[in-house]
């Protein structure tokens, strides 16, 4: 069996950006028709069309899209094999390193990490990108270098390190009647209280632990985020729950207190792609957010 001509890769690569035969060209510095009988060559290879004639343009086929991704990973880590290592020099690092996480941890860990990150790399900055923006393909895809929060199912490509265990606390405003005396399960569940999800769901975790006690909390709003509950449990009499590392800035002037049920305790991990995994930058990067939480 003949080898693939793994030059290709790289043609279909520009073919795909570019989606234009003549700006593919010019982009490997090729000729047109020498660029139009590689286009012929990887139809060949591939059994597909891939670029289709839509009025004065081309388009992509369904298959080109679905190899669009997989082809631009290919190239950029060829790309990074062959070239020169260097020393990284942090002092002349200029970048934009783009993390998702939720509110809380930017909130109690942010300040600190971009200190601690500055303190290097005066030239970096750090783009913190919402929950909401989760896709599955972005650490594939480098639009998120570093995804921090509680891992759930992933890929076998995405590689993960624990950063540390959170555990629930229950929140109140000073002077609350639960700010007082020790805080029971009937005397938790009997308050109002507030849920917070992001998928606006009432019940979770706690409301199981309670029905094994035969209790039932009533839960009269649901949130989005921690800052949102807590700040709600500042100016009312409302209850929240909330992970204690996450928001013990966030909880100054009020009154905590350990859950009164067994909840699990929650490990905040990072993750990456492994295509990250030996960039200098990278690996100074998830450095940085090791050292920051462990100091907490």
């Not at 699990?264 to 995994?277: A, F, G, K, Y």
Request: glycine residues 8%; charged residues 25%.
């Amino acid at each position: 069996m003949t080898p693939p001509d793994l030059n290709l890769l790289f043609a279909l690569d520009a073919l795909l950006a570019e989606g234009s035969v003549a700006r593919a060209a010019r982009r490997l510095r090729l000729s047109p028709s020498a660029m139009s009988r590689t286009l012929a060559r990887l139809r060949e290879a591939t059994g597909d069309p891939l670029l289709v004639r839509a009025g004065r343009g081309l388009v992509p086929t369904p298959r080109a899209q679905e190899l669009r991704r997989q082809v631009g990973r290919a190239v950029h880590e060829a790309e990074t094999l062959l070239r020169p290592a260097e020393l990284l020099d942090l002092s002349r690092l200029d970048q934009v390193f783009t993390l998702r996480t939720n509110e809380g941890f930017v909130e109690e860990f942010g300040p600190r990490l971009v200190a601690r990150v500055g303190a290097d790399a005066p030239d970096v900055r750090l783009r913190f990108a919402p929950k909401s923006d989760k896709d599955a393909m972005s650490l594939r895809d480098a639009a998120i270098d570093l995804e921090i929060g509680v891992a759930g199912e992933t890929g076998p490509e995405v590689l993960i390190q624990a950063l540390f265990r959170d555990r629930f606390v229950g929140v109140v405003r000073s002077g609350h009647a639960l700010s007082e005396g020790m805080v029971s399960a009937e005397r938790y569940a009997a308050g109002r209280h507030i849920s917070v999800s992001r998928r606006g769901r009432e019940r979770g975790p706690i409301d199981e632990a309670l029905s094994g006690l035969g209790l039932r909390r009533t839960v009269v709003c649901m949130v989005s985020g921690f800052s949102a509950a807590l700040a709600m449990a500042r100016a009312s009499d409302l209850i929240a729950s909330v992970p204690g590392r996450h928001t013990a800035g966030a909880r100054a002037g009020m009154h905590s207190f350990p859950l009164p049920v067994d909840t699990m305790d929650v490990t905040i991990s990072m993750l990456w792609h492994p295509r990250l995994d030996a960039d200098p930058a990278q690996r100074w990067l998830r450095d940085c957010v090791r050292e920051v939480c462990a100091n907490r």
